[in-house]
């Protein structure tokens, strides 16, 4: 299997890119906050971070399960997957999204658990390319769930104080990492770089 193998800053690209969706709903929810605890921004950071550490957990291991079947197209598995997640985001940043207008600053699990839920399943798909990548699965996924957690736990400040000046910015540059990175992976396997 020819594998790809990221370095470690590649790597955080990728967790500060998956973070950005956890990143724009805590703005959303800092945005509905009228006084923001610091306990409210451990649970955001708890609940992003550890599913967003959860589902590339995930999707690593089903992809190792069915590898076999897909190792003469890894390099085009992992470029679509990115592309299509980094489109998705900067799609998402366009479209007005209803969930966040109707969304309430309530941190228990009944609000937190389909947030968390939702913000994760890209990380699903950055899972699976990584059971084709060299990449130490444990650290990567750490390094993501700390990302997202901090991502998190910031956004609900920023919101708070700075409004939603920043979510679709962040959110369009999270797309856009993801698909370059995509593309260096595809032209590095087809010999162009």
Avoid at 9 to 30: E, H, P, T, Y
Avoid at 59 to 87: E, M, R
Wanted: aromatic letters at 14%.
């Amino acid at each position: 299997m020819n594998l790809v193998k990221p370095a470690m800053f590649q790597i955080f690209l990728i967790a500060l890119s998956v973070s950005m969706d956890a990143f724009a709903v805590s703005i959303g929810k800092g945005l509905t906050v009228r006084r923001l605890r610091g306990v409210d921004a451990l649970k955001t950071a708890l609940w992003f971070g550890g599913f967003q550490a959860l589902f590339p957990l995930l999707g690593f291991f089903f992809a190792k399960t069915f590898a076999g079947y897909v190792t003469a197209v890894d390099h085009w598995i992992i470029f679509a997957l990115l592309a299509f997640i980094g489109g998705n985001m900067i799609h998402e940043a366009f479209e007005e999204d209803e969930e966040n207008a109707k969304e309430t600053a309530e941190f228990d699990w009944r609000h937190m658990l389909p947030l968390a839920v939702a913000c994760s399943i890209d990380a699903f798909a950055v899972g699976v390319s990584f059971a084709f990548m060299q990449v130490h699965v444990w650290s990567s996924v750490l390094l993501i769930g700390v990302t997202t957690g901090a991502f998190s736990a910031g956004g609900l400040y920023i919101g708070r104080v700075f409004g939603s000046r920043w979510q679709k910015p962040a959110q369009i540059a999270g797309g856009v990492v993801l698909i370059l990175i995509g593309v260096k992976v595809l032209l590095e396997h087809l010999g162009v770089l």
